[in-house]
């Protein structure tokens, strides 16, 4: 099951005034970025974060939940209404998610 329109919408609406933000799309899910650093996902209508200590201690006792099959688990954000928050989630987790990786050229 791919991530419904509307959900894709409300988790867009939750976040727009967060500087930073890109959802890129893939194979009908989306891929969430916070100041281009991979902080998860939209996945099957469920907002999942990459599993950092931080994202850990923000979201304390949130439900690990795997986003596709072979993937790894990611953490479960089930306080999308509150965008105080999510900001705060965001805030919280940045400076654990992995820098972008710099393509090497060969030559």
Same mark, same amino acid.
């Given at each position: *099951? /791919? ?13 727009? %005034?967060?500087?930073?933000? /890109?959802? +890129?799309?893939? *194979? ?6 916070? +100041? %281009? +650093?991979? /902080?998860?996902?939209?996945? %099957? ?9 931080? !994202? +850990?201690?923000?979201?304390?006792? /949130? ?7 072979? !993937?790894?688990? *990611? ?5 999308? %209404? ?9 805030? !919280? ?6 820098? #972008?990786?710099? #393509?090497?050229?060969?030559?």
């Amino acid at each position: *099951m /791919a991530t419904s329109k509307q959900y894709f919408n409300y988790i867009c609406e939750q976040l727009k %005034d967060l500087d930073g933000i /890109a959802l +890129r799309p893939m *194979m009908g899910e989306y891929l969430l970025y916070f +100041r %281009d +650093r991979l /902080a998860g996902g939209i996945y %099957d209508d469920r907002l999942l974060i990459k599993p950092v200590p931080s !994202a +850990r201690e923000y979201l304390s006792g /949130a439900e690990e939940q795997i986003p596709y099959d072979g !993937a790894k688990p *990611m953490l479960f954000v089930d306080n999308t %209404d509150d965008k105080d928050f999510l900001y705060g989630l965001f805030t !919280a987790i940045y400076n654990d998610l992995p820098q #972008k990786k710099i #393509k090497k050229k060969n030559g």
